[in-house]
C-alpha cells in the first residue's frame, strides 16, 4: 500500500512536471511570437532575428548601416531598430564575435528580417601569397578603392623595410653604402671599441653578427618570409645560418630584414595588419612576451584558397560586389593592444656562441601608456586617438571607399588617418608638452626657472627608440647679444654636439655598450646597460633652475632669456657617422624678459 501511494506520488509530480514545461514552452513560444507581431506592427521600428547556422546569436551589434547607434540582439537573436521613418527601405546589418559581417534589406514597419552570419575561418596559412587586385599586386591594390592608400604610403610604417636609417644601423653602413671595418675582438671573441682613427660609419648589427639575423623582421619586415609566425627560433634569428642549415629541416632560416623584393620590401602592408586577428599579451603584466617581438605575438588569419578576411574597425561593412562579403569588425583595432607587440621590446646579444638574453627594456611606449593615466577606459585615450584621428569632413574624404567603388559617405568619425603621426611630424611634435619659462632679478644675478609638462602624448617623451631625445637649452643674453656667465644648473652633455656645455638639461634614455663602454650607445642589439632615463612620463612636470651672472654695468632690464627645446632623432655623432640629414625639430621655445 505505501509503495503504491510512492509510486503515485511520483507519477503525480512526473506529470505536473511535464505539463509545467509544456506551458512555459507554449507560453515562451506565444509570448515570443506575440512580441515579434507586437514589434512588427511598430511602422517606425525594423524587427528581425540574427541567426547563425548553430542558432540564434545574442548581443549581436545590429544598425541600419551608416547609422552610429546600434542595437544588441536579445538571446533569442531578435532585436528591434526603433524610430525609423515608416515604409522606408533600409540597410541593416549585423555582427558578432567569430563571424563575418551581414547585410539584408529591411522595410521600415514590415515584417521581420533575418541575418544568418556566417563564421570566419581561425587557422593561419603561413603559405599565403600576399593579395592582388585587378592585376595589381600588393599594397598598391588597395589603392584602387581605398583613400587610406596614400596615407599609409606616406607613413612610418610602409618604410620600415627602407627605411634608410634603419638599413644603415643593421648593416653598419652610411646611407650610401660606406661599411665600417668589421669589429676587432677580444679573445673572449667580444668586440672592442672601433679605431676612429680610421674611417668609420657607425655600428651595425651586421657587422657584430653577420651569421645572425636578429628579430628585426620580426617588426620591420613581418612579411618577408612564409614561416609559421609560432616558430619563434626563426623568427628570433638567434640561430647561426650553419646551425639552420645543418638542422635537415627542422630550423627555417630567419629572414633578413634588407634587400627585399616585391611585397616584403612594403614593410608593414596594408594587409597584413588587416589580417590581425588578436595580440597575445601576458595575463598578468597585460604586455607582450619578452621573446615574442611583433609578428610572434599575432595571431594572423592568413587565408587558404576560397577563404579571406579583413579586420576592420566598422561592424557595417560589407562587399556587395561580391558573392561573399569577407569584411568583419576587431575591437581590438580600436584598443592599444593592438600596437603592443612592435612598440615593446626587450633586447639581448650574443657573446661567442651563447646567446644572451636582455633585462634592458629598449622599446615601450605601449608600456608607457599602459601605466598612465591614458590608459583609463572610462577618461582616457588610446594609441589610435592620437595617431590615427578621425578625418575632418571639411577634407572632403568622408568615405574610405570610393563612392565609385561601392563605398559610402560616412560621419567624419568613421574614417581614420592611416599617416599615423609620429616623430617626424613638426606639428605633432610642436603640440606634445607645453614650456613656461621665468626670469627675475636678484642683485647681481638672474634666476630662470624653466617647466615642461608632457600634458598631450599618452607615454613617455620621447618614446621607442633610444636614440631620439629632447634637448633644452636656456641662454641669458645682454642687450648687445653677449651671453651672460651660468653660476649654477645643468648643463648639456659632450655628446650634445653642437649644443654641448650649455645650460639646460637632457632628456633621454641612456644606454650604455657593455662591451666596449660607449655610452650612450645606439647599439642595443648589443648587451647593454640603462644608465639613466630623464624622459618625461606622460602627464609630469620637469621644473629646472638655472643662475647666470650680470657683468659689470649690466641691467636686470637689459637681459633677455631665451630657452628653446629641441628634438633630434639620434646622437649627432652617430648621424654624422651614417650621413643622416634629418633636422632638428623646434618643439617650444620662448624669450622673455627678467622682472
Known amino acids: 500500500m505505501v509503495m503504491r501511494k510512492k509510486h503515485q506520488l511520483l507519477g503525480a509530480t512526473l506529470l505536473f512536471a511535464l505539463v509545467s514545461a509544456a506551458l512555459w514552452g507554449l507560453f515562451r513560444f506565444y509570448g515570443t511570437e506575440s512580441a515579434y507581431a507586437q514589434q512588427a506592427t511598430d511602422e517606425n521600428a525594423v524587427t528581425?532575428?540574427?541567426?547563425?547556422?548553430?542558432?540564434?546569436?545574442?548581443?549581436?551589434?545590429?544598425?541600419?548601416q551608416l547609422s552610429l547607434a546600434h542595437v544588441n540582439s536579445d538571446q533569442d537573436g531578435f532585436f528591434t531598430?526603433?524610430?525609423?521613418?515608416?515604409?522606408q527601405v533600409v540597410t541593416v546589418t549585423a555582427w558578432a564575435p567569430g563571424y563575418y559581417n551581414g547585410l539584408t534589406t529591411a522595410i521600415v514597419g514590415g515584417d521581420p528580417v533575418t541575418l544568418e552570419l556566417k563564421?570566419?575561418?581561425?587557422?593561419?596559412?603561413?603559405?599565403?601569397?600576399?593579395?592582388?587586385?585587378?592585376?595589381?599586386?600588393?599594397?598598391?591594390?588597395?589603392?584602387?578603392?581605398?583613400?587610406?592608400?596614400?596615407?599609409?604610403?606616406?607613413?612610418?610604417?610602409?618604410?620600415?623595410a627602407t627605411n634608410p636609417r634603419f638599413i644603415s644601423m643593421y648593416m653598419g653602413t652610411d646611407i650610401h653604402g660606406n661599411r665600417s671595418p668589421d669589429p676587432e675582438k677580444n679573445s673572449l671573441g667580444i668586440p672592442l671599441p672601433p679605431d676612429l682613427s680610421q674611417p668609420y660609419y657607425g655600428p651595425g648589427h651586421a657587422l657584430d653578427y653577420p651569421n645572425r639575423p636578429g628579430n628585426c623582421a620580426a617588426c620591420h619586415t613581418p612579411i618577408a618570409a612564409q614561416i609559421p609566425n609560432k616558430q619563434n627560433c626563426a623568427w628570433g634569428g638567434c640561430h647561426a645560418t650553419t646551425t639552420v642549415s645543418r638542422s635537415y629541416g627542422v630550423l627555417d632560416y630567419a629572414p633578413f630584414p634588407v634587400d627585399l623584393k616585391g611585397d616584403a620590401a612594403e614593410g608593414i602592408s596594408c594587409e597584413f595588419c588587416h589580417k590581425v586577428g588578436d595580440v597575445i599579451l601576458h595575463r598578468e603584466t597585460k604586455l607582450p612576451y619578452a621573446d615574442m617581438p611583433g609578428i610572434l605575438s599575432m595571431r594572423l588569419h592568413r587565408p587558404k584558397d576560397g577563404q579571406d578576411i579583413f579586420f576592420g574597425s566598422l561592424d557595417d561593412v560589407y562587399r556587395t560586389d561580391e558573392p561573399e562579403s569577407h569584411d568583419t569588425y576587431l575591437p581590438l583595432m580600436e584598443e592599444s593592444a593592438f600596437c603592443a607587440s612592435c612598440h615593446y621590446g626587450i633586447m639581448g646579444g650574443v657573446v661567442g656562441n651563447m646567446q644572451v638574453t636582455g633585462g634592458v627594456l629598449v622599446y615601450n611606449s605601449y608600456g608607457e601608456w599602459l601605466e598612465s593615466a591614458y590608459s583609463d577606459p572610462e577618461t582616457g585615450k588610446t594609441c589610435q586617438d592620437c595617431h590615427m584621428p578621425a578625418i575632418e569632413t571639411a577634407s572632403g574624404t568622408n568615405f574610405f571607399v570610393f563612392p565609385e567603388r561601392g563605398g559610402h559617405v560616412r560621419d567624419a568619425s568613421q574614417v581614420h588617418n592611416h599617416r599615423m603621426a609620429g616623430a617626424s611630424d613638426v606639428d605633432f611634435l610642436q603640440n606634445s608638452v607645453t614650456m613656461t619659462t621665468t626670469a627675475q632679478a636678484m642683485k647681481d644675478r638672474v634666476l630662470v626657472s624653466v617647466s615642461i609638462t608632457n600634458d598631450r602624448v599618452g607615454h613617455h617623451v620621447p618614446t621607442d627608440s633610444p636614440l631620439r631625445h629632447m634637448m633644452l637649452i636656456v641662454e641669458a643674453k645682454d642687450a648687445v647679444g653677449q651671453p651672460l656667465s651660468p653660476l649654477f644648473g645643468t648643463s648639456l652633455p659632450d655628446w650634445a654636439g653642437n649644443y654641448a656645455g650649455l645650460s639646460g638639461k637632457m632628456f633621454a634614455k641612456v644606454l650604455q655598450d657593455d662591451w666596449t663602454g660607449e655610452m650612450p650607445?645606439?647599439?642595443?642589439?648589443?648587451?647593454?646597460?640603462?644608465?639613466?632615463?630623464?624622459?618625461?612620463?606622460?602627464?609630469?612636470?620637469?621644473?629646472?633652475?638655472?643662475?647666470f651672472a650680470l657683468p659689470p654695468g649690466v641691467t636686470a632690464e637689459e637681459v633677455s632669456v631665451e630657452t628653446r627645446l629641441v628634438f633630434r632623432r639620434a646622437y649627432q655623432q652617430l648621424q654624422e657617422w651614417k650621413a643622416w640629414t634629418d633636422p632638428d625639430i623646434l618643439m617650444e621655445e620662448a624669450t622673455v624678459r627678467v622682472q
Do not use: M
Open 81 to 87: 531598430i526603433p524610430n525609423l521613418t515608416a515604409g
Open 48 to 64: 528581425g532575428y540574427v541567426t547563425a547556422a548553430t542558432g540564434p546569436l545574442a548581443d549581436a551589434r545590429v544598425r541600419v
Open 119 to 160: 563564421p570566419y575561418f581561425l587557422t593561419d596559412n603561413h603559405l599565403y601569397n600576399w593579395s592582388s587586385f585587378e592585376g595589381v599586386k600588393g599594397s598598391a591594390s588597395c589603392a584602387i578603392c581605398h583613400t587610406a592608400n596614400p596615407q599609409w604610403a606616406a607613413d612610418a610604417h610602409s618604410q620600415s
Open 521 to 547: 650607445t645606439g647599439a642595443y642589439w648589443r648587451p647593454v646597460t640603462l644608465v639613466s632615463d630623464t624622459r618625461l612620463a606622460a602627464h609630469d612636470t620637469d621644473v629646472t633652475a638655472y643662475l
